[in-house]
Protein backbone atom coordinates (compact mmCIF):
# COMPACT_ATOMS: atom_id res chain seq x y z
CA UNK A 1 0.00 0.00 0.00
CA UNK A 2 1.03 3.53 -0.35
CA UNK A 3 3.51 4.91 2.47
CA UNK A 4 4.52 7.92 2.71
CA UNK A 5 7.32 8.96 5.34
CA UNK A 6 8.36 12.91 6.12
CA UNK A 7 11.53 13.43 7.85
CA UNK A 8 13.76 16.04 8.76
CA UNK A 9 11.61 18.55 11.10
CA UNK A 10 13.23 20.23 14.36
CA UNK A 11 13.61 23.61 15.69
CA UNK A 12 15.28 25.42 13.19
CA UNK A 13 16.39 29.39 14.38
CA UNK A 14 14.90 32.10 11.82
CA UNK A 15 16.81 32.78 8.92
CA UNK A 16 18.81 28.86 8.95
CA UNK A 17 18.17 26.48 6.62
CA UNK A 18 16.33 23.12 6.67
CA UNK A 19 15.45 19.89 3.71
CA UNK A 20 12.26 18.01 5.27
CA UNK A 21 12.38 14.78 3.35
CA UNK A 22 9.82 12.15 2.24
CA UNK A 23 10.46 8.86 1.64
CA UNK A 24 7.64 7.29 -0.76
CA UNK A 25 6.95 3.38 -0.89
CA UNK A 26 3.99 1.14 -2.38
CA UNK A 27 3.54 2.86 -5.75
CA UNK A 28 5.10 4.08 -8.93
CA UNK A 29 6.84 7.10 -7.80
CA UNK A 30 8.18 8.75 -10.49
CA UNK A 31 4.23 8.44 -12.32
CA UNK A 32 2.99 10.71 -10.15
CA UNK A 33 3.28 14.35 -8.95
CA UNK A 34 3.98 15.03 -5.06
CA UNK A 35 2.81 17.54 -2.92
CA UNK A 36 4.26 19.67 0.65
CA UNK A 37 1.48 21.22 2.59
CA UNK A 38 1.22 22.40 6.34
CA UNK A 39 -0.77 23.20 9.09
CA UNK A 40 0.16 25.59 11.93
CA UNK A 41 -0.54 24.69 15.22
CA UNK A 42 -4.17 25.03 15.53
CA UNK A 43 -4.88 26.40 12.32
CA UNK A 44 -5.94 24.83 9.11
CA UNK A 45 -4.32 23.20 6.39
CA UNK A 46 -2.28 25.79 4.20
CA UNK A 47 -1.18 24.25 0.15
CA UNK A 48 2.77 24.84 0.05
CA UNK A 49 4.24 23.62 -3.31
CA UNK A 50 3.76 21.19 -5.78
CA UNK A 51 6.29 18.69 -8.16
CA UNK A 52 5.81 17.41 -11.74
CA UNK A 53 6.15 13.39 -11.81
CA UNK A 54 9.17 14.13 -13.49
CA UNK A 55 10.32 17.48 -11.82
CA UNK A 56 10.28 19.35 -15.14
CA UNK A 57 7.47 21.58 -13.63
CA UNK A 58 6.68 23.37 -9.92
CA UNK A 59 4.56 25.62 -8.29
CA UNK A 60 4.39 27.71 -4.99
CA UNK A 61 2.82 29.38 -2.24
CA UNK A 62 3.27 32.96 -2.74
CA UNK A 63 4.21 33.13 1.24
CA UNK A 64 6.86 30.47 0.38
CA UNK A 65 8.12 31.63 -3.12
CA UNK A 66 11.89 32.49 -3.28
CA UNK A 67 12.50 31.03 0.13
CA UNK A 68 11.53 26.84 -0.29
CA UNK A 69 12.79 24.34 -2.75
CA UNK A 70 10.95 21.51 -3.90
CA UNK A 71 12.71 18.99 -5.27
CA UNK A 72 12.48 15.06 -5.98
CA UNK A 73 14.73 12.29 -7.12
CA UNK A 74 12.79 8.77 -8.87
CA UNK A 75 15.47 7.04 -8.32
CA UNK A 76 15.73 7.11 -4.57
CA UNK A 77 11.49 7.65 -4.22
CA UNK A 78 12.34 10.74 -2.41
CA UNK A 79 10.70 14.06 -2.19
CA UNK A 80 12.38 16.95 -0.55
CA UNK A 81 11.64 20.37 0.85
CA UNK A 82 14.04 22.84 1.15
CA UNK A 83 13.39 25.38 3.50
CA UNK A 84 15.67 28.43 3.30
CA UNK A 85 15.22 32.08 5.54
CA UNK A 86 12.63 30.76 7.72
CA UNK A 87 10.02 32.73 9.83
CA UNK A 88 8.09 32.27 12.81
CA UNK A 89 4.79 32.01 10.49
CA UNK A 90 6.65 28.70 8.92
CA UNK A 91 6.24 26.54 11.82
CA UNK A 92 4.22 23.83 11.09
CA UNK A 93 4.02 20.38 10.70
CA UNK A 94 4.78 19.68 6.79
CA UNK A 95 3.34 16.76 5.19
CA UNK A 96 3.84 15.41 1.76
CA UNK A 97 1.09 14.22 -0.31
CA UNK A 98 0.75 12.18 -3.43
CA UNK A 99 -1.46 13.26 -6.32
CA UNK A 100 -3.50 10.98 -8.35
CA UNK A 101 -4.06 11.41 -12.08
CA UNK A 102 -6.58 14.40 -11.50
CA UNK A 103 -3.85 16.16 -10.26
CA UNK A 104 -5.43 15.98 -6.31
CA UNK A 105 -3.77 14.93 -3.03
CA UNK A 106 -5.08 11.44 -2.54
CA UNK A 107 -2.36 9.66 0.12
CA UNK A 108 -0.70 11.63 2.92
CA UNK A 109 2.11 11.33 5.07
CA UNK A 110 1.62 11.62 8.87
CA UNK A 111 3.97 14.44 8.71
CA UNK A 112 6.85 16.11 10.21
CA UNK A 113 7.10 19.19 12.76
CA UNK A 114 9.12 22.14 11.92
CA UNK A 115 9.64 25.19 14.70
CA UNK A 116 11.11 28.11 13.81
CA UNK A 117 12.51 29.65 16.90
CA UNK A 118 15.38 31.75 18.50
CA UNK B 1 -5.29 33.26 -6.84
CA UNK B 2 -8.89 31.38 -6.55
CA UNK B 3 -10.34 31.95 -2.70
CA UNK B 4 -12.52 29.08 -0.98
CA UNK B 5 -14.70 30.27 1.53
CA UNK B 6 -16.33 27.44 3.78
CA UNK B 7 -19.40 27.30 5.80
CA UNK B 8 -19.94 27.21 8.75
CA UNK B 9 -16.37 27.51 11.01
CA UNK B 10 -18.07 24.94 13.32
CA UNK B 11 -21.41 22.87 13.60
CA UNK B 12 -22.46 21.08 16.40
CA UNK B 13 -24.91 17.99 15.44
CA UNK B 14 -26.20 14.96 16.66
CA UNK B 15 -25.54 11.06 15.55
CA UNK B 16 -28.21 10.32 12.97
CA UNK B 17 -28.38 14.06 11.88
CA UNK B 18 -27.75 15.17 8.43
CA UNK B 19 -25.02 17.65 7.83
CA UNK B 20 -24.24 20.02 5.19
CA UNK B 21 -21.20 22.01 4.70
CA UNK B 22 -20.60 24.23 1.88
CA UNK B 23 -17.54 25.90 -0.23
CA UNK B 24 -17.73 28.86 -2.32
CA UNK B 25 -14.81 29.95 -4.88
CA UNK B 26 -14.38 33.27 -5.85
CA UNK B 27 -13.92 32.37 -9.18
CA UNK B 28 -15.17 29.37 -12.01
CA UNK B 29 -13.48 26.36 -10.65
CA UNK B 30 -16.02 23.51 -13.09
CA UNK B 31 -15.75 20.46 -10.80
CA UNK B 32 -12.63 20.97 -9.85
CA UNK B 33 -13.03 20.25 -5.67
CA UNK B 34 -12.55 17.90 -3.47
CA UNK B 35 -13.23 17.33 0.25
CA UNK B 36 -10.74 16.28 3.38
CA UNK B 37 -11.65 14.75 6.74
CA UNK B 38 -8.80 15.41 9.11
CA UNK B 39 -8.84 14.02 13.43
CA UNK B 40 -6.76 15.23 15.41
CA UNK B 41 -3.36 14.25 15.60
CA UNK B 42 -4.08 12.84 12.45
CA UNK B 43 -3.09 13.21 8.57
CA UNK B 44 -6.29 14.29 6.52
CA UNK B 45 -7.55 11.68 4.84
CA UNK B 46 -9.71 12.44 1.02
CA UNK B 47 -13.38 11.87 0.88
CA UNK B 48 -14.32 13.09 -2.23
CA UNK B 49 -12.72 14.41 -5.77
CA UNK B 50 -13.97 16.43 -8.80
CA UNK B 51 -16.37 17.74 -6.19
CA UNK B 52 -18.74 14.07 -6.18
CA UNK B 53 -16.32 11.12 -6.73
CA UNK B 54 -15.89 8.98 -3.56
CA UNK B 55 -13.30 8.12 -2.66
CA UNK B 56 -12.68 4.23 -2.89
CA UNK B 57 -13.78 3.03 0.84
CA UNK B 58 -15.66 6.25 1.77
CA UNK B 59 -19.02 5.15 3.26
CA UNK B 60 -21.63 6.48 0.94
CA UNK B 61 -23.28 8.61 3.22
CA UNK B 62 -20.68 11.08 2.26
CA UNK B 63 -21.53 13.01 -0.76
CA UNK B 64 -21.15 15.89 -2.84
CA UNK B 65 -22.43 17.88 -5.33
CA UNK B 66 -21.18 21.61 -7.35
CA UNK B 67 -19.96 22.91 -9.93
CA UNK B 68 -18.77 26.61 -11.05
CA UNK B 69 -18.49 28.48 -7.53
CA UNK B 70 -20.60 26.55 -4.98
CA UNK B 71 -20.14 23.17 -4.07
CA UNK B 72 -21.71 21.18 -0.75
CA UNK B 73 -20.63 18.15 1.42
CA UNK B 74 -23.20 16.15 2.84
CA UNK B 75 -23.22 13.65 5.09
CA UNK B 76 -27.01 11.62 5.21
CA UNK B 77 -26.45 9.82 8.76
CA UNK B 78 -23.57 11.17 11.09
CA UNK B 79 -21.85 8.21 13.08
CA UNK B 80 -19.63 8.74 15.75
CA UNK B 81 -16.49 8.70 13.82
CA UNK B 82 -17.37 11.24 11.25
CA UNK B 83 -16.80 14.20 14.52
CA UNK B 84 -13.52 15.68 12.84
CA UNK B 85 -12.52 18.97 10.84
CA UNK B 86 -13.26 18.91 7.50
CA UNK B 87 -11.75 20.93 4.32
CA UNK B 88 -12.03 21.80 0.76
CA UNK B 89 -9.51 21.65 -2.15
CA UNK B 90 -9.63 23.71 -4.89
CA UNK B 91 -7.68 21.93 -8.34
CA UNK B 92 -8.67 23.87 -10.77
CA UNK B 93 -5.20 26.20 -10.66
CA UNK B 94 -2.18 27.32 -9.18
CA UNK B 95 -1.68 28.26 -6.12
CA UNK B 96 -3.68 25.41 -4.47
CA UNK B 97 -6.14 26.34 -1.86
CA UNK B 98 -7.89 25.06 0.91
CA UNK B 99 -10.85 26.69 2.31
CA UNK B 100 -10.83 27.25 6.32
CA UNK B 101 -12.13 24.46 7.52
CA UNK B 102 -15.55 22.96 9.76
CA UNK B 103 -15.12 21.27 12.74
CA UNK B 104 -17.44 19.06 13.41
CA UNK B 105 -19.00 18.43 17.40
CA UNK B 106 -21.12 16.19 19.11
CA UNK B 107 -24.09 18.20 20.37
Known amino acids: QVQLVESGGGVVQPGKSLRLSCAASGFTFRSFGMHWVRQAPGKGLQWVAVISYDGSSKYYADSVKGRFTISRDNSQNTLWLQVNSPRAEDTAVYYC???????????WGQGTLVTVSS | DIQMTQSPSSLSASVGDRVTITCRAS??????LAWYQQKPGKAPERLIY???SLQGGVPSRFSGSGSGTEFTLTISSLQPEDFATYYC?????????FGQGTKLEIK
Open chain 1, 97 to 107: AKEDTVLVPDY
Open chain 2, 50 to 52: AAS
Open chain 2, 89 to 97: LQHNSYPRT
Open chain 2, 27 to 32: QGIRND
